[in-house]
C-alpha cells in the first residue's frame, strides 16, 4: 500500500496541532493514514486505499458512513433551516421523548456536547444532589477527559493519571477494580457516607472490553441504595449498541440513578446527554442548583440525526443484523486463536469486539465461549480470561500496536489502534467484509 499523501499530510500536521491529531488515540505510529471519505462500512484512505472500517467514528456510527435515507435528509433540512438558533426546538423534545420511553432509567434527559461533558456534568449533579464529594471509579474505565475520573492508584492512594490534575482533586476519587465484589464493598464501609456516586461503564469498554460477572451491577445497586449514593451508568459507548434500544441497563437488568450517553445519541454529530430520574435530573439549572448549560447543547441538526438514527433503528432490522454479524466475527476470531493463538481471549457482546492478547492458556478449550467472554465460571478459560483493567493492560499489548494493527491494516481492515478500545460492527457491514476480516486475521495473528 501507498501511504505518501497521508505521510505528507501528518508532516504538514505536525507543524500546527500538537501531535498532529486533535484526539490523542489517532496519532498511530509511526502515522496515521488521513481518511478521504467514508463508503459503507469502510473507509478510503488519501491515497485511495480501502479499509473495512471497525473503528466506526469510535462508536457513534451505528450505520457505517451512509446514513439511512431519513436520517440524511433529516440533517440537510436542519442544516439548512438555521442551524442553530440558543432558543428551544420541537426536536430537542420529540428526541427526548424517545430516549426516555426507551431506557428504562431515563425520566428525563439533559442533551450536551460530549460524552466528557456528560460525565462532567453527571459527577456535578451527583454531588450536588448528595452534597457528598467522593465518587468511586472502576480502573481501567474512561470517562472522558475530565478532572474526577482521570485518576489512578486505588482508593488507598489516589492519584492523577495525567499532569495537569491537582492531588487535591483527585483525592475524591476512588477506583477500585471492576468485577471485585470484595473490593467495593470494602471501599463503602470505609466510606460509603461520603460517596456522592459510583460510575461505571456496564462493559469496560476502553479497556479490551471486559463483560461484568455475574452479579457484579447488582452489587454495586444494593451497595448505592443502602448508603444512600448514586448509581452512575456510563453508557456513552453500549448505550444504543449493546441491549438494542434498552442499552446496557437493559440488557443487565440493572437500572441504574443516571445515565450517561454520547455517541450513537447525536448520530454521527457531537453530543452527549445526562438521563435520569426527574427527582435527580432536575437538579440541574434552571429547575434546580446545579449549574449546567451550553451554547450548542441541544444543536438542532444533532437532536435530527440522533432521533432518526434511533427511529429508523426502532423500525428496521439494525440490531439484528450487526449482532448477527458481531457473532460471526467472534466465533470466527475464536476458532482462529485456538489454532493459531490458544492463549488469547476472544471478548465483546452484541456489535462489539475485540482480542485481548492474554498470556496464559487454560488446558483445555472444549466448552470455552463460543463468541466472545461472557464471564461463565464452568468455562476452561475463566480463570484467565480479563476481569479488571489491570488484567488487560498485563496483556501483550506492545504486539497489537507494533505488529498486529499494522498487517491488518496492510491487509485492508481498520481496527482500534491499540490493544484497550473496543470495536465496532455496523448495520453497512456485510458477510463478506466479515469473510475478509476473517482471512486477514488468520494472516496476521
Ligand atoms: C465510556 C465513555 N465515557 C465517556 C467518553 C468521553 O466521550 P467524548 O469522547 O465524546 O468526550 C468516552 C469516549 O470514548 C467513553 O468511551
Known sequence: MNHERSRDLYDRALSVMPGGVNSSVRATRPYPFFVERGDGGHVIDADGNRYVDYVMGYGPLLYGHDAPEPVQSAIQKYASAGPMYGAPTEIEVEHAEFVARHVPSVEMIRFVNSGTEATVSAVRLARGYTGRDKVVIMQGGYHGAQESTLVEGDADHPRPSTSGIPQEFAKHTLPVPFNDEEAIQEVFEEHGDDIAAVLVEPILANMGIVMPVDGYHQTLRDLCDDYGSLLVFDEVITGFRVGGLGCAQSKFGVTPDVT??????????????????????????????????????????????????????????VYDHINRLGEKLREGITDICADQAPEYTVVGTDSMFKTVFTREQPAMLDGQCEAGCQQRPDCPRYDHCPKTGGDVANAETERWERIFWHEMKEQGVFLTANQFESQFVSYAHTDEDIEQTLEAYKHAL
Open 260 to 317: 450517561t450517553f454520547g455517541k450513537i445519541v447525536g448520530g454521527g454529530f457531537p453530543v452527549g446527554a445526562i438521563g435520569g430520574k426527574s427527582e435527580i435530573i432536575e437538579q440541574f439549572t434552571p429547575a434546580g442548583d446545579v449549574f449546567q448549560s451550553g451554547t450548542f447543547s441541544g444543536h438542532p441538526v444533532t437532536m435530527a440525526a440522533g432521533h432518526e438514527y434511533l427511529k429508523y433503528a426502532a423500525e428496521n432490522d
